[in-house]
């Protein structure tokens, strides 16, 4: 599977961003999707999950209310909507594919170990 992520671009502190991600080579339908992000000296943390139905979706809590995840198993992608940016979002941002097909969706898809694939990232400016 590969995963080509795009959206990401410079904002000011307010404002609002879509992020998209598209994989190719497989159908990711059946799959867990996941965003994570990476500011400079940071670890990779997680932002938001979604799970293979699309019913149920999981945020942390620094962007809950803020971001919303969302799918497109037609267009076999996974979107990030993101309002009310702040500078403190500002990283790179990666989505990735679970690794069990139909994986029961748990807080467990908050680890990164629960991913299999990630795609190449975008970065996310916020300035203030």
């Known amino acids: 599977v590969q995963l080509q992520a795009f959206g990401g671009g410079l904002v000011q502190a307010g404002g609002s961003l879509r992020l998209s991600c598209v994989a190719s080579?497989?159908?990711?339908?059946?799959?867990?999707m996941g965003w994570f992000r990476q500011a400079p000296g940071k670890e990779r943390e997680f932002v938001a999950a979604?799970?293979?139905?699309?019913?149920?979706?999981e945020y942390a809590e620094s962007v809950k209310g803020r971001f919303t995840i969302s799918r497109d198993d037609a267009k076999n992608a996974v979107y990030l909507q993101m309002n009310s940016l702040k500078p403190g979002d500002t990283a790179v941002y990666y989505c990735?594919?679970?690794?069990?097909?139909?994986?029961?969706?748990?807080?467990?898809?908050?680890?990164?170990?629960?991913?299999?694939?990630w795609g190449q990232g975008t970065q996310v400016t916020v300035s203030s």
């Open positions: 979604n799970s293979w139905s699309g019913g149920s979706s």
């Open positions: 990735a594919v679970g690794r069990s097909v139909r994986g029961l969706f748990t807080t467990r898809h908050r680890a990164l170990s629960e991913y299999d694939y």
């Open positions: 080579g497989r159908s990711v339908s059946n799959y867990v």
